[in-house]
């Protein structure tokens, strides 16, 4: 009689204890899952509000398991510790049947959840949306270059008819089909407005993450990979490569200079439509459309454009460019004429777009790539004639000691 009273107050004491164990435990991972999404980057895109509410469903579910696992862990050792001068074994357990199947049931709802849940989030980002902005993201080493593209209609919206076009230009548009490209080395779009990138290399493999958008995508060689993003709040935010591609690998990501510049990729968000158009697209087009004639202006343009990837490489103040493999450009007119002897400054510049590999500066390895006039020649990235010119003109003029 005595035995089974003190069983019963003993079993309804533990029934306390279990409800305010699992309470305690389903309270601390609600208020895991609050409090560690603070330290995440502000939440940019529609995209990102998805990817978070998902990562804070796992954290409350695997808090909570962190805090029973841990919980039961510490209760045994204090409540089951060996006490003095006890040498005796535990006692001999078979198995549990209810137990071993509360732990396989359980941990098989939760991944099942957790699929469903996460690949509704990934159709979700990767749907199409309705009226799409359409760039082209090339991953090089070491740079990123984002395309746009001046269609004919966009043509009339600012203001533009073929015939007004100088006659290279014209001769573009329509062996593209009725669209000229330019490109820039920042990526530039506007709240509310859906944005579909293509992704592709030039190299190696590269990794395309905005962590403002909490979005990111592999570049794999000979494959176009692409991902969707919708941004929500103005502002400007670092893009990163998030694949080890080389030396350089650093260089492939947002940064500020000392000057406070932005140097490196960055997604600028501007407010509205009217605002993308005024301070990028319509400057950027103006100088695609009617290309300055003065061979400096039209280098200098050509090179702050990222149409060939020097920015990831070269330091060149002028244009923010900050890499470190490859030689320091300010001022490379003057240490051009001395650099190889027999060679002009003009020709060292043209034999060092053309063959680079000719003449490495001591202290540099072979890295860059060869620039071609032929657009089928393997292994090397086409530049025409008159833009080597224009680049060697814009070169030419960077003096100093
Ligand atoms: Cu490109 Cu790392």
């Given at each position: 009689?005595n035995?089974?009273n003190?069983?019963r107050?003993?079993?309804s004491?533990?029934i ?7 309470l305690?435990i ?5 208020l895991?899952?609050?409090?560690v ?5 502000i939440?940019?895109?529609a995209e990102a509000?998805?990817?978070d ?9 695997g808090?909570a398991?962190?805090l029973?696992?841990?919980g039961?862990l510490?209760?045994?050792i204090i409540?089951f ?7 005796a074994?535990?006692?001999p357990?078979?198995?549990?049947t209810?137990?071993e199947?509360?732990w396989?049931?359980i941990?098989?709802?939760i991944?099942?959840v957790?699929t469903?849940?996460a690949?509704?989030v ?14 082209d993201?090339t991953?090089?080493?070491?740079a990123?270059?984002?395309?746009y593209t001046?269609?004919?209609?966009e043509?009339a919206d600012?203001?533009?008819?073929r015939d007004q076009?100088?006659e290279e230009?014209?001769?573009?548009f329509?062996s593209?089909g009725?669209?000229?490209?330019f490109?820039s080395l ?9 944005v579909h990138?293509s992704?592709?290399?030039?190299d190696?493999n ?5 962590p403002?958008?909490?979005i990111k995508?592999?570049?794999l ?10 941004p929500?709040e103005?502002g ?9 591609c080389?030396?350089g690998?650093?260089?492939?990501a ?14 600028i968000?501007h407010?509205?439509?009217e605002?993308?158009v005024?301070e990028?697209y319509k ?10 004639e003065?061979p400096?202006e ?15 490489c ?12 490859a030689?320091?450009l300010?001022?490379?007119?003057t ?5 190889v002897a ?10 060092s777009i053309r ?5 490495i500066v ?5 890295i860059m790539?060869?620039?071609s006039n032929?657009p089928n020649?393997p292994?090397?990235?086409y530049?025409?004639d ?11 003029t960077?003096?100093g000691?």
């Open positions: 009689m035995l089974s003190s069983t107050n003993g079993s004491i533990s306390i204890w279990i409800i305010v164990g699992g305690a389903i309270f601390g991972g609600l895991i899952g609050t409090v999404p603070f330290i995440l980057p939440e940019g895109s509000q998805q990817v509410g998902l990562f804070r469903f796992m954290l409350v579910i808090g398991i962190f029973l696992v841990n039961v510490v209760y045994s409540r510790r060996a006490r003095t001068n006890d040498y074994d535990g006692p357990i078979q198995g549990n209810t137990l199947l509360v396989t049931l941990p098989a709802i991944v099942t957790l469903i849940y690949y509704s990934w159709v979700n980002i990767q749907s199409e949306k309705p009226n799409e902005q359409e760039v993201v991953g090089q080493r070491f990123w270059t984002f395309t001046v269609t004919e209609n043509l600012l203001g533009v008819t076009l100088p230009v014209n001769a573009v329509a593209e009725g669209a000229v490209n490109n920042q990526l530039h779009t506007w709240v509310g407005q859906p990138v992704l592709h290399t030039e190696v590269h990794a395309f993450w905005i403002g958008m909490r995508q592999d570049l060689a000979g494959r176009v990979t692409d991902i969707r993003f919708t929500i103005p400007v935010y670092r893009i990163v490569c998030a694949e080890l080389g030396s690998h650093g260089n492939m947002g940064e500020v200079d000392e000057r406070g510049n932005l140097t490196g990729a960055w997604l968000v407010p509205d439509e605002t993308f005024q990028f400057p950027e087009a103006q100088n695609v459309l009617f290309p300055p003065d400096v039209r280098g200098r343009q050509i090179l702050a454009s990222g149409a060939y990837p020097c920015s990831g070269h330091v060149l103040t002028e244009l923010s460019w900050a890499g470190v493999q030689p320091n300010d001022s490379i007119g240490r051009a004429e001395t650099r027999g060679l002009s400054a003009s020709d060292y510049l043209h034999q063959e680079p590999y000719a003449y001591p202290g540099y390895q072979n790539p060869v620039f032929d020649e292994n090397t990235q530049m025409p008159s833009d080597l010119e224009a680049i060697v003109a814009y070169l030419l960077l003096q000691g």
